[in-house]
């Protein structure tokens, strides 16, 4: 029972990515869910957040007006679109469940899985 990011790599700044968070074992799709990541040495920071829904979406300051957060609940899916990427975006980004408290907290998710890394090169 895990959600899994995939999608990472390796882009120049100023380009795109989209990361990908599939569930496995159990239905996700009536849960919140949340994009958070982690670089190196630092502690672990929300991204975006949305709800099963699909109707608010929330963002770090950071990133909001260049990543946007998307689901599909019939593929079980959820969507990181990353655009105008910077060298401080280079993370390990991970999803999770949000089971309830302030999405812009970790410990308002479960059931994290491994992270995908992303590496930004000025």
């Known amino acids: 029972v895990q959600l899994q990011a995939f999608g990472g790599g390796l882009v120049q700044a100023g380009g795109s990515l989209r990361l990908s968070c599939a569930a496995s074992?159990?239905?996700?799709?009536?849960?919140?869910r949340g994009w958070f990541r982690q670089a190196s040495g630092k502690e672990r920071e929300f991204v975006a957040a949305i709800p099963w829904s699909g109707g608010s979406t929330y963002y770090a300051d950071s990133v909001k007006g260049r990543f946007t957060i998307s689901r599909d609940n019939a593929k079980n899916t959820m969507y990181l679109q990353m655009n105008s990427l910077k060298p401080e975006d280079t993370a390990v980004y991970y999803c999770?469940?949000?089971?309830?408290?302030?999405?812009?907290?970790?410990?308002?998710?479960?059931?994290w899985g491994q992270g995908t890394l992303v590496t930004v090169s000025s």
């Open positions: 999770a469940a949000y089971v309830g408290g302030s999405y812009y907290s970790q410990l308002a998710y479960r059931y």
């Open positions: 074992g159990r239905t996700f799709s009536t849960y919140d």
